[in-house]
Every structure is written in structure tokens, then in C-alpha cells.
């Protein structure tokens, strides 16, 4: 009967195992095929971000920056900055931007995950309003360099942008 019992319980984990094969292996071709249906769109992947259920990619081509499938006019963007628990510590703001327009620094409210998990944003103001990158609260400092990069990335833009307008 232990017998039984075993090879049950033994067949019950082969299947198991099995599964999550299957289903980490369409997952990732699932997100191949993303990375390469934004590739051939002409884009350059910036960073994969940690969202549930799976990643979202920033990208951008020659006019646009895209958080996933949302576009952000990058002639339209007139801030950045990088949030640590809804408060910015580093900004970039356009040089195109009169003192008649200045805008307020962009903050969102903390979020209870604490101090033992920094939460990690990038707010880019636009024109028409604030796109929230959210780029999580991952330990080890990967949020922290997810968001320097695409900071990195939109204040580069910025400062292309507006010699080139």
C-alpha cells in the first residue's frame, strides 16, 4: 500500500513538474515574440519592466517612447523625474519649458511596502498630463536601475528635443 502510495504521489509530481515546463516554455516565447513584434516595429528596448502578470517592455523609436502599447509623444514631454516612494529625487525638465509654465515637482502617495521595499517610478509629464512608469520594488537595487534608465533615456530626449525644435 506505502507503495501505492509513493508511486501516486510520485506520477502527481512528474505531472506537476511537466506543467510548469509547459508552462514557463510558452511564456517565454510569448515574450519573445513580443520583444521581436517590437523590434521589427523599429524600436530600441530600454528596459523589460517586472509588472504582474508579466513584463512590460519601455521602448522607443525616433518620435516616441511606448510603456507597453502607450505612446508618449516625446516633443510633448516637458518633465522627468525618478520617484522613491512617490517622492522625485532627480528631475530633468525641458529646456523648452518658459518659467510661465513651471510645474511642480510630481509626487504620488507612498505606498505601503516601506522602507524594507523602496518603490521605484518614473514620472514623465507631458503636455496633456503625467505617464507613471512604475518599475517596482525589487530588492538589490534592479528597480533602482531600471528607473535610471529610462530617466537616462527621456532626459536624453529631452535635451535632443529641444535643440532640434
Known amino acids: 500500500m506505502r507503495d501505492v502510495v509513493a ?3 510520485a506520477a502527481v509530481l512528474v505531472f506537476a513538474a511537466l506543467s510548469l515546463l509547459t508552462t514557463l ?3 517565454r516565447k510569448r515574450h519573445e515574440r513580443s520583444r521581436q513584434a517590437a523590434l521589427d516595429r523599429g524600436r530600441q528596448i530600454i528596459v523589460e519592466l517586472p ?3 508579466e513584463l512590460t517592455l519601455f521602448t522607443q523609436d525616433a518620435d516616441h517612447f511606448y510603456y507597453g502599447d502607450q505612446p508618449i509623444e516625446k516633443t510633448q514631454i ?3 523625474r ?3 516612494n512617490g517622492s522625485p529625487i532627480a528631475a530633468a525638465v525641458s529646456p523648452r519649458l518658459h518659467d510661465k ?7 504620488f502617495e507612498d505606498r505601503p511596502e516601506g522602507i524594507a521595499r523602496d ?3 518614473v514620472a514623465i509629464e507631458t503636455l496633456s498630463g503625467t505617464v507613471l512608469v512604475e518599475c517596482g520594488a ?3 537595487r534592479i528597480s533602482q536601475e531600471l528607473a535610471r534608465k529610462i530617466f537616462d533615456a527621456v532626459r536624453a530626449s529631452l535635451t535632443h528635443h529641444s535643440t532640434s525644435a
Open 119 to 121: 518603490r521605484w517610478d
Open 101 to 107: 509654465d513651471a510645474r511642480q515637482p510630481t509626487s
Open 7 to 9: 508511486g501516486v504521489f
Open 51 to 53: 509588472t504582474d502578470p
Open 78 to 80: 516637458v518633465a522627468v
Open 138 to 140: 525589487i530588492r538589490e
Open 82 to 84: 525618478v520617484l522613491i
Open 25 to 27: 516554455h510558452f511564456y
